[in-house]
């Protein structure tokens, strides 16, 4: 069968079920697409084609000795290089790790193997998921499908990219600000950042603990069901998970019916339209809001005063979180030791830390390293690290008052379509406004999702278009309302936009 | 040195004691000294990439049972914090320690002074991680990590403390609880039980405190006395030469005996203290800490006041009773198996006498003790007066090394006393009659030389006769011979 890279996991896993096609056809699919357009888009840091085809043939054995079988069985899945898995490299984008191979597999590495699902290759990611582009990689540039002169967005944005232009099945992804949302809003696919907790961060390399999640890329909102189906739940290894009840997304998705826009609420909130939207995005939201209002859903203006100060209060906890975290990589046990340049090691203690973090930490994680670094001094914590928790919880209050009036909440993704590579790379704040959308959604620790709902044309491409997402949050662990509420919408403006 | 009069040293005392949990505080690795470098490790106490710490309740548990022996307030929300330097032993970058809000504040020990008893009040007692080892060999240093994430408990008291020797009974008190818990194992040479002490001197009478000194690295009793003892003189000698004393970290140098800087204030960490995000606030429920409660054993302190007034026993046997936890239950099962038939002040004599004095010969060989039930049947054995006293002693070493009961040991050996009449009265003549110059200079006034009939007696009954016995026939004997009645 032709073209099978096509497909969604819902499709393919269907064709697996009724034995129409095998694994490895839909992994050979795979295998030639990436070798034939991955090299310009470079959403892969590396493929594990050999691992891939012994993951195929064992997931054709368990289909083919029985029925019951999960649903990612046999589904080519690519993985943001931020996830462990044993004996596999694991670089986070970054050069102090490339050398690093993991010793243990995270735990949603560990429930997708359970799942049977094919390892297609680790994605491209802004160095240790701090960035908006995925220019911040120190590996490679990922290219933006729609449009190769332009970022896929980030730092998610090997794995969104790799999802908008068929190189794998679905993708998973780490959202701290909006990296899950912004770049599939950016590459015209889904992208789903769960309630904070839903799924483990055990074996996920920490940029910002009380911010991360993980999150899935996905071709349409049924696939972004099944796979949050295949990794929520509580982890023993990670406290910050909760003994969420899983649903069954993905039956609770395929039950989705217009029926249930009768009369529910959707707020819009002002702050989401503010001076820096592209106004073409501005519209295209407003056409998802006409259609919500036919389909029987009331709109209400909502408030959600205090995001406004979202970008500074996520930049100080995030990197003051992030100047900890990433404190490990020293030289010592594992990962880059620089070393004299007669190949000697450093005498000095001192000399080893600076020389091996100076070397293998690029520019936008050393800013943020010495950001976070100062925001917890002793003298500064009050003024930055206590006032931006404390603004955290007004935040999370105005969800929570917003919540009290509308069942769910949307609005633009990202402010802009993507942008040009370079574009923003001189002007880090320019850059952080990328996400002045999605921010406010991990400070609350609640849902968001990110769909496709149209294009604007591309200015520097005749005839070019670039897609424009709708972000919708729902309250704290209402993943089964966030997803029914897209596949509506979904069905009405038709699925995934076709490059 | 009589300057010291007019100044006196203002003391407070941070004590790191490990835990004795089976596993780490954060991960499942185990809590074990002494195994090969680095071999009890695991992705979370490596700090490898993506690794996430998880709270081991029998560490929390054993913190809050310190807590409460020590009369400390158990706060039932506390958070964990990151203390944040870089240093080879500590994986992370980061230690995870309590700040702001620790399991416990605001409690108190009482310790025996010259002056009689003080109250030295108690900050806090927090949970948190310990560090790996740095192994320096040559030029070269290594890294073990076996330590990493083992749990700590820190107890940090006010300045309370006056004096080198309050400072050290306030230590033995301190891990006298914590051992008799079995919190820790107090070992304070293997670093399991460890002091840091800030001290700092004023003039009698300033209500102004001194600007203080920390010193580190005291690993024994001896030298934590003999470490503030330095300092208290090297600032008086400061003050007194018109100096003022700078506020510093010091290192104690026990071969040197002095303390020397470490850093000062301004090379001080700043430790960027912020609250841990990948643990919740630790939240303890009233039946957590009530079972705790309920689960203290009676303290050391309370049990030797008991043993006084209930047994009647002076002080010192008290002390010496209670000093191991495992004696004083043991010395109880005893006078519960005795059940009032042996008096309580001779139960004490045997075991502080014999049985300890026994163990002591033992030492390191683990002990085992005998079940009081057999002890006590070796102690009515003597007091009865079927062996001797000395024999006692020979039966009790045999029944520690064999394990056989007394009544075995007693009758394999042929060890009964010699008790009847009869039977001593026979062996008295025999030794009369052997030793017939002897005998007439005793009759004679020589009285000395009665000893050395009993002696000979014994001798003759390999000492299992009853030396009572024995005197009161050969003194009947000699009696009779002086009166010519024989």
Same mark, same amino acid.
């Given at each position: 069968?032709?073209?099978?890279?096509?497909?969604?996991?819902?499709?393919?896993?269907?064709?697996?079920?009724?034995r129409?096609?095998?694994?490895?056809?839909?992994?050979?699919s795979?295998?030639?697409?990436i070798?034939?357009?991955?090299?310009?888009?470079?959403?892969y840091l590396?493929n594990?084609?050999?691992?891939?085809l012994?993951?195929?043939?064992?997931?054709?054995?368990?289909?083919?000795?029985?029925?019951?079988?999960?649903?990612?069985?046999?589904?080519p899945?690519?993985?943001?290089d931020?996830f462990?898995?044993?004996g596999?490299?694991?670089?986070?984008?970054?050069?102090?790790?490339?050398?690093?191979?993991?010793?243990?597999?995270?735990?949603?590495v560990?429930?997708?193997?359970?799942?049977?699902?094919?390892?297609?290759?680790?994605?491209?990611?802004?160095?240790?998921?701090?960035?908006?582009?995925?220019?911040n990689?120190?590996? @490679?540039? &990922?290219?933006?499908?729609?449009?190769?002169?332009?970022?896929?967005?980030? +730092? $998610?944005?090997?794995?969104? #990219?790799? *999802?908008?232009?068929d190189?794998c099945?679905?993708s998973?992804g780490?959202d701290?600000?909006g990296s899950?949302?912004?770049?599939?809003?950016?590459?015209?696919v889904?992208?789903l @950042?769960? &309630?904070?907790?839903?799924?483990?961060?055990?074996?996920?390399?920490?940029? +910002? $603990?009380?911010?991360?999640? #993980?999150? *899935?890329?996905?071709k349409d909102v049924?696939?972004a069901?099944i796979m949050?189906?295949a990794?929520?739940?509580?982890?023993?290894k990670?406290?910050?998970?909760r003994?969420?009840?899983v649903?069954?997304?993905?039956?609770?998705?395929?039950?989705?019916d217009?029926?249930?826009?009768?009369?529910?609420?959707?707020?819009?909130?002002?702050e989401f339209?503010?001076?820096?939207?592209?106004?073409?995005?501005g519209?295209?939201?407003?056409?998802?809001?006409a259609?919500?209002?036919?389909?029987?859903?009331?709109?209400?203006?909502?408030?959600?005063?205090?995001?406004?100060y979202?970008?500074a209060?996520?930049?100080?906890?995030?990197?003051?979180?992030?100047?900890?975290?990433?404190?490990?990589?020293?030289?010592?046990?594992?990962?880059r030791?620089?070393?004299?340049?007669?190949?000697?090691?450093?005498?000095?203690?001192?000399?080893?830390?600076r020389?091996?973090?100076?070397?293998?930490f690029?520019?936008?994680?050393k800013?943020?390293?010495?950001?976070?670094?100062?925001?917890?001094?002793?003298?500064?914590?009050?003024?930055?690290?206590?006032k931006?928790?404390?603004?955290?919880?007004?935040i999370?209050?105005n969800?929570?008052?917003?919540?009290?009036?509308?069942d769910?909440?949307?609005g633009?993704?990202?402010?802009?379509?993507?942008?040009?590579?370079?574009?923003?790379?001189?002007?880090?704040?320019?850059?952080?406004?990328?996400?002045?959308?999605?921010?406010s959604?991990?400070?609350?620790?609640?849902?968001g999702?990110?769909?496709?709902?149209?294009v604007?044309?591309?200015?520097?491409?005749?005839?070019?278009?670039?897609?424009?997402?709708?972000?919708?949050?729902s309250?704290?662990?209402?993943?089964?309302?966030?997803?029914?509420?897209?596949k509506?919408?979904e069905?009405e403006?038709?699925?995934?936009?076709?490059? | 040195?009589n300057?010291?009069d007019?100044?006196?040293?203002?003391?407070g005392l941070?004590?790191?004691?490990?835990?004795?949990?089976?596993?780490k505080m954060?991960?499942s690795?185990?809590?074990?000294?002494?195994l090969?470098?680095?071999?009890?490790?695991?992705?979370?106490?490596l700090?490898?990439?993506?690794?996430?710490p998880v709270?081991?309740?029998?560490?929390?548990?054993?913190?809050?049972?310190?807590?409460?022996?020590?009369?400390?307030?158990?706060?039932?929300?506390?958070?964990?914090?990151?203390k944040?330097y870089?240093?080879?032993?500590?994986?992370?970058?980061?230690?995870?320690?309590?700040?702001?809000?620790?399991?416990?504040?605001?409690g108190?020990l009482?310790?025996?002074?010259?002056?009689?008893?003080?109250k030295?009040?108690?900050?806090?007692?927090?949970i948190?991680?310990?560090?790996?080892?740095?192994?320096?060999?040559?030029?070269r240093s290594y890294?073990?990590?076996?330590r990493?994430?083992?749990?700590?408990?820190?107890i940090?008291?006010?300045?309370?403390?006056?004096s080198?020797?309050e400072?050290?009974?306030?230590?033995?008190?301190?891990?006298?609880?914590?051992?008799y818990l079995?919190?820790s194992d107090?070992?304070?040479?293997?670093?399991?039980?460890?002091?840091?002490?800030?001290?700092?001197?004023?003039?009698?009478?300033?209500?102004?405190?001194?600007t203080?000194?920390?010193?580190?690295n005291?690993?024994?009793?001896k030298?934590v006395?003999?470490?503030?003892?330095?300092?208290?003189?090297?600032?008086?000698?400061?003050?007194?030469?018109?100096?003022?004393?700078?506020?510093?970290?010091?290192?104690?140098?026990?071969?040197?005996n002095?303390?020397?800087?470490?850093?000062?204030?301004?090379?001080?960490?700043?430790?960027r203290?912020?609250?841990?995000?990948?643990?919740?606030?630790?939240?303890?429920?009233e039946?957590?800490?009530s079972?705790i409660r309920?689960?203290?054993?009676?303290?050391?302190?309370?049990?030797?006041?008991?043993?006084v007034?209930?047994?009647?026993?002076?002080?010192?046997?008290?002390e010496v009773?209670?000093?191991?936890?495992d004696?004083a239950?043991?010395?109880?099962?005893?006078?519960?198996e005795?059940?009032?038939r042996?008096?309580?002040?001779?139960?004490?004599?045997?075991?502080?006498n014999?049985?300890?004095?026994?163990?002591?010969v033992?030492?390191?060989?683990g002990?085992?003790?005998?079940?009081?039930?057999?002890?006590?049947?070796?102690?009515?054995?003597?007091?009865?007066?079927?062996i001797?006293?000395?024999?006692g002693k020979?039966?009790?070493a045999?029944?520690?090394?064999?394990?056989?009961?007394?009544?075995?040991?007693?009758?394999?050996?042929?060890?009964?006393q010699?008790?009847?009449?009869?039977?001593?009265?026979?062996?008295v003549?025999q030794?009369?009659?052997?030793?017939?110059k002897?005998?007439?200079?005793?009759?004679?006034?020589?009285d000395?030389?009665?000893?050395?009939?009993v002696?000979?007696?014994?001798?003759?009954t390999?000492?299992?006769?009853?030396?009572?016995?024995?005197?009161?026939?050969?003194?009947?004997?000699?009696?009779?011979y002086?009166?010519?009645?024989?």
């Amino acid at each position: 069968m032709d073209g099978l890279y096509k497909l969604t996991i819902g499709e393919l896993s269907d064709l697996l079920s009724k034995r129409e096609i095998k694994s490895v056809d839909i992994l050979n699919s795979y295998i030639q697409r990436i070798k034939e357009k991955d090299p310009q888009i470079s959403a892969y840091l590396y493929n594990d084609f050999e691992e891939a085809l012994q993951n195929a043939e064992a997931a054709d054995k368990i289909i083919a000795s029985g029925d019951d079988f999960p649903s990612l069985t046999g589904i080519p899945l690519s993985i943001k290089d931020i996830f462990l898995i044993k004996g596999k490299k694991t670089t986070c984008a970054s050069k102090i790790l490339d050398n690093f191979i993991s010793p243990y597999d995270s735990t949603v590495v560990k429930k997708l193997k359970e799942n049977n699902y094919v390892f297609l290759g680790k994605t491209n990611l802004d160095e240790f998921a701090m960035g908006s582009s995925t220019e911040n990689s120190a590996y @490679k540039i &990922t290219k933006n499908p729609y449009d190769l002169n332009r970022v896929p967005g980030g +730092s $998610s944005g090997g794995s969104a #990219a790799s *999802v908008a232009a068929d190189l794998c099945a679905g993708s998973f992804g780490t959202d701290t600000g909006g990296s899950v949302r912004q770049p599939a809003a950016l590459c015209g696919v889904v992208g789903l @950042k769960p &309630t904070y907790g839903l799924i483990s961060r055990y074996g996920i390399i920490a940029f +910002s $603990s009380s911010l991360d999640q #993980a999150g *899935v890329l996905s071709k349409d909102v049924t696939d972004a069901a099944i796979m949050l189906g295949a990794v929520a739940g509580f982890d023993e290894k990670d406290q910050t998970t909760r003994r969420f009840e899983v649903k069954n997304y993905a039956e609770i998705v395929k039950k989705a019916d217009k029926s249930l826009m009768k009369g529910l609420r959707v707020g819009i909130p002002a702050e989401f339209f503010s001076d820096g939207l592209d106004p073409e995005i501005g519209s295209k939201i407003s056409e998802i809001k006409a259609l919500l209002k036919e389909l029987g859903a009331t709109i209400v203006d909502i408030s959600l005063p205090d995001t406004k100060y979202s970008v500074a209060t996520y930049y100080i906890i995030a990197t003051s979180e992030a100047s900890s975290n990433l404190e490990r990589y020293d030289g010592i046990r594992y990962g880059r030791r620089h070393k004299e340049e007669d190949g000697k090691e450093i005498q000095s203690l001192d000399g080893l830390y600076r020389k091996s973090r100076e070397a293998g930490f690029g520019n936008e994680v050393k800013r943020r390293i010495i950001l976070g670094t100062f925001a917890l001094s002793a003298g500064y914590y009050d003024a930055y690290y206590k006032k931006a928790s404390l603004v955290r919880k007004l935040i999370i209050k105005n969800y929570k008052d917003a919540f009290g009036k509308a069942d769910v909440i949307i609005g633009p993704t990202s402010p802009t379509p993507a942008f040009l590579i370079g574009e923003k790379t001189a002007d880090p704040l320019s850059m952080y406004l990328s996400d002045i959308y999605t921010i406010s959604v991990n400070l609350a620790y609640l849902p968001g999702l990110s769909m496709p709902v149209g294009v604007v044309k591309n200015p520097t491409k005749d005839g070019g278009v670039l897609p424009v997402g709708l972000q919708i949050i729902s309250p704290w662990a209402m993943e089964d309302r966030l997803l029914s509420v897209a596949k509506i919408i979904e069905d009405e403006v038709g699925k995934y936009i076709r490059k | 040195m009589n300057n010291n009069d007019l100044f006196e040293a203002v003391i407070g005392l941070e004590v790191h004691s490990q835990l004795l949990t089976k596993t780490k505080m954060f991960c499942s690795c185990p809590n074990i000294f002494g195994l090969e470098p680095n071999s009890a490790v695991c992705p979370v106490c490596l700090a490898l990439p993506g690794a996430l710490p998880v709270i081991n309740f029998e560490g929390v548990k054993l913190a809050v049972k310190a807590a409460l022996a020590l009369n400390i307030n158990i706060n039932k929300k506390s958070l964990f914090a990151r203390k944040n330097y870089f240093y080879p032993d500590l994986p992370k970058g980061y230690q995870i320690s309590q700040y702001l809000d620790p399991v416990s504040s605001d409690g108190y020990l009482n310790i025996k002074t010259d002056g009689g008893g003080k109250k030295i009040r108690i900050n806090r007692l927090h949970i948190e991680e310990d560090a790996g080892k740095l192994i320096h060999i040559g030029n070269r240093s290594y890294v073990d990590l076996n330590r990493a994430g083992t749990p700590l408990v820190e107890i940090v008291s006010e300045p309370d403390i006056s004096s080198a020797a309050e400072a050290a009974a306030y230590l033995k008190a301190l891990r006298e609880i914590l051992v008799y818990l079995g919190v820790s194992d107090g070992n304070m040479e293997e670093g399991s039980f460890r002091c840091d002490a800030n001290v700092s001197v004023r003039r009698k009478g300033d209500s102004k405190l001194g600007t203080r000194a920390e010193v580190k690295n005291v690993n024994s009793f001896k030298f934590v006395e003999k470490a503030i003892e330095y300092e208290i003189e090297r600032q008086i000698d400061i003050v007194l030469s018109g100096g003022s004393v700078i506020q510093e970290t010091r290192l104690y140098d026990s071969k040197e005996n002095t303390t020397r800087s470490m850093r000062g204030k301004e090379e001080a960490h700043d430790y960027r203290y912020f609250e841990e995000p990948d643990l919740p606030p630790l939240i303890l429920s009233e039946e957590f800490i009530s079972e705790i409660r309920n689960s203290i054993i009676e303290l050391p302190e309370a049990k030797r006041g008991r043993y006084v007034s209930e047994y009647k026993l002076t002080e010192y046997d008290a002390e010496v009773l209670t000093q191991d936890k495992d004696i004083a239950r043991y010395f109880e099962d005893l006078i519960k198996e005795n059940n009032g038939r042996v008096e309580i002040k001779k139960l004490a004599n045997w075991v502080i006498n014999e049985l300890l004095s026994e163990l002591k010969v033992r030492e390191g060989e683990g002990r085992s003790l005998i079940k009081a039930q057999d002890f006590l049947e070796l102690i009515t054995a003597v007091e009865s007066g079927s062996i001797n006293r000395n024999t006692g002693k020979i039966v009790l070493a045999e029944m520690l090394s064999s394990g056989k009961k007394a009544g075995e040991v007693i009758k394999e050996n042929n060890l009964a006393q010699v008790s009847d009449d009869k039977g001593i009265e026979d062996i008295v003549k025999q030794v009369l009659d052997e030793n017939q110059k002897e005998l007439a200079d005793l009759i004679g006034g020589k009285d000395k030389l009665f000893g050395f009939f009993v002696g000979e007696a014994m001798k003759k009954t390999k000492g299992k006769a009853n030396p009572k016995k024995v005197n009161e026939i050969l003194h009947r004997y000699i009696e009779n011979y002086k009166s010519g009645r024989s």
